[in-house]
């Protein structure tokens, strides 16, 4: 099988980890994959770590990309996956409708054609059983409809995020023409492709609302086992607050650190107990915004970046745990990828966003309370309070059920899809 993906390592965060784990436990269930990858790829995080979690033997086949992206990128000093409400240059502004409305789907597009013809004439003779293709970029569809047209391959299109939903239009308003032909893409491939998987039920039914004929299936995100092996959590001294990943404005909980603050001054000895570790890349507004507080001052550690282990440790060794789901318009359907490995860590999780989501199901059906608005001020004084009052106590995080989303156990549920479309 052929997986063609442009995120792989060195590349961090959650969007490599799905077919790197994938392809380390799909020998386990007869699938032998070979990896398509850039050999210059741009990328916001590099985790040399995650190297050593590809499958032995695998083979990666990498090629140059020229993505004028790279170019682009570089005229804001943010990417341009997040927009910022400021005033811009002139120049960062021409990116950002260059970036929206000519390169369609996104700029790794130039990266199909010279695909096309290495991958072609590599598996001419010998064409693979099945070809995956992951988005975003949803250029990596591109590559594997046009594949299916020119070898016959079966074909497994894997979305981990919304095409033509997703919220970037908005932000980088995305003119109408430009949207048509994203929508135009985006049905030929859930038309074409043998296979249509993505990562909730909420995102799945978006696909099949835009093309109803699609062959959809649902396989979510997951944990990898052997990152949790050893002792359970470890219930720290102080309550220690945790999250891990890229802290954008639009999911920034700014409320909860509000009443971080409030409850310093309100409960008796929760300003002595209170540490709040916040690791990754932190947007500037962001930070600034958090430290006004003047009761969290010096109680917020910004760790930066950590590798993937070192998040895992810093999650197990912690209270509670914040997941904030974007809050955007398209928010019920996004499934944060680190929600699954904040299961497996058993460690009780606060989590924001909008009770109708799959976010907030997977979180019910795993034992955790459920998903607070963002703006429920009280409601997050009461949670927050609750999750002090059990830590004052000492109470065990038990009974939490996470089991099913274990990275093996998807790649034997993706196997079967596999194993049943090529026949």
Same mark, same amino acid.
């Given at each position: 099988m052929?997986?063609?993906?442009?995120?792989?390592?060195?590349?961090?965060?959650?969007?490599? #980890?799905?077919?790197?784990?994938?392809?380390?436990?799909?020998?386990?269930?007869?699938?032998?994959?070979?990896?398509? +990858?850039?050999?210059?790829?741009?990328?916001?995080i590099?985790?040399?770590?995650?190297?050593?979690?590809?499958?032995?033997?695998?083979?990666?086949?990498?090629?140059?990309?020229?993505?004028?992206?790279?170019?682009f990128?570089? #005229?804001? @000093?943010?990417?341009?996956?997040?927009?910022?409400?400021?005033?811009?240059?002139?120049?960062?502004?021409?990116?950002?409708?260059?970036?929206?409305?000519?390169?369609?789907?996104?700029?790794?597009?130039?990266?199909?054609?010279?695909?096309?013809?290495?991958?072609?004439?590599?598996?001419?003779?010998r064409?693979?059983?099945?070809?995956?293709?992951?988005?975003?970029?949803?250029?990596?569809?591109?590559?594997?409809? /046009?594949?299916?047209?020119?070898?016959g391959?079966?074909?497994? &299109?894997?979305?981990?995020?919304?095409?033509?939903?997703?919220?970037?239009? &908005?932000?980088?308003?995305?003119?109408?023409?430009?949207?048509?032909?994203?929508?135009?893409? %985006?049905?030929?491939?859930?038309r074409?492709a043998?296979?249509?998987?993505?990562?909730?039920?909420?995102?799945?039914?978006?696909?099949?609302?835009?093309?109803?004929?699609?062959?959809?299936?649902?396989?979510?995100?997951?944990?990898?086992?052997?990152?949790?092996?050893?002792?359970g959590?470890?219930?720290?001294?102080?309550?220690v607050?945790?999250? +891990?990943?890229?802290?954008y404005?639009?999911?920034?909980?700014?409320?909860?650190?509000?009443?971080?603050? %409030?409850?310093?001054h309100?409960?008796?000895?929760?300003?002595?107990?209170?540490?709040?570790?916040?690791?990754?890349?932190?947007?500037?507004?962001?930070?600034?915004?958090?430290? #006004?507080?003047? %009761?969290?001052?010096?109680?917020?550690?910004?760790?930066?970046?950590?590798?993937?282990?070192? &998040?895992? %440790?810093?999650?197990?060794?912690?209270?509670l745990?914040?997941?904030?789901?974007?809050? +955007? @318009?398209?928010?019920?359907?996004?499934?944060p990828?680190?929600?699954?490995?904040?299961?497996?860590?058993?460690?009780?999780?606060?989590?924001?966003?909008?009770?109708?989501?799959?976010?907030?199901?997977?979180?019910? &059906?795993? /034992?955790?309370?459920?998903?607070?608005?963002?703006?429920?001020?009280?409601?997050?004084?009461?949670?927050?309070?609750f999750?002090?009052?059990?830590f004052?106590? /000492?109470?065990?995080?038990?009974?939490?059920?996470?089991?099913?989303?274990?990275?093996?156990?998807?790649?034997?549920?993706?196997?079967?899809?596999?194993?049943?479309?090529?026949?």
């Amino acid at each position: 099988m052929l997986i063609i993906t442009y995120y792989w390592p060195p590349s961090g965060g959650s969007g490599v #980890q799905r077919w790197l784990k994938m392809a380390k436990y799909l020998p386990e269930f007869g699938w032998e994959p070979i990896v398509y +990858t850039p050999d210059n790829s741009r990328f916001m995080i590099k985790d040399d770590s995650l190297v050593t979690d590809e499958a032995k033997n695998i083979a990666v086949l990498r090629k140059p990309i020229w993505d004028p992206g790279t170019w682009f990128g570089r #005229q804001g @000093k943010a990417p341009l996956g997040e927009v910022r409400a400021r005033k811009s240059s002139l120049l960062f502004r021409l990116a950002v409708w260059v970036r929206a409305n000519v390169f369609i789907p996104d700029s790794k597009i130039f990266w199909v054609k010279p695909s096309l013809r290495f991958l072609s004439k590599y598996f001419n003779r010998r064409p693979p059983d099945m070809v995956v293709t992951t988005g975003p970029p949803h250029s990596m569809h591109l590559i594997g409809l /046009g594949l299916k047209n020119i070898l016959g391959v079966k074909w497994l &299109a894997d979305f981990r995020d919304p095409w033509s939903a997703a919220d970037i239009m &908005a932000q980088l308003a995305v003119s109408g023409f430009a949207l048509s032909q994203h929508v135009k893409m %985006e049905k030929n491939v859930l038309r074409q492709a043998d296979v249509v998987v993505t990562i909730g039920k909420r995102l799945g039914d978006s696909f099949t609302a835009l093309e109803p004929g699609c062959n959809l299936r649902i396989v979510t995100n997951g944990f990898d086992e052997q990152d949790f092996a050893g002792e359970g959590p470890t219930l720290p001294d102080d309550f220690v607050i945790t999250y +891990t990943g890229i802290l954008y404005p639009n999911r920034n909980p700014e409320q909860l650190w509000e009443v971080l603050n %409030e409850m310093c001054h309100r409960e008796a000895g929760f300003a002595a107990r209170l540490r709040v570790n916040i690791a990754g890349f932190v947007d500037e507004a962001v930070r600034s915004g958090l430290e #006004q507080y003047n %009761e969290l001052s010096g109680r917020v550690n910004f760790t930066g970046y950590l590798s993937h282990g070192e &998040a895992i %440790e810093l999650c197990r060794q912690s209270a509670l745990l914040v997941l904030p789901v974007d809050n +955007t @318009k398209n928010s019920r359907m996004i499934v944060p990828g680190k929600m699954f490995e904040y299961l497996a860590a058993r460690v009780p999780i606060i989590s924001f966003g909008p009770s109708d989501s799959d976010a907030n199901d997977i979180l019910l &059906a795993s /034992g955790h309370r459920p998903v607070i608005a963002y703006d429920d001020k009280n409601k997050i004084y009461e949670e927050v309070k609750f999750h002090y009052t059990n830590f004052l106590q /000492g109470k065990a995080t038990a009974g939490y059920t996470f089991a099913a989303y274990s990275r093996r156990a998807l790649a034997k549920e993706i196997s079967e899809i596999m194993h049943e479309t090529v026949g």
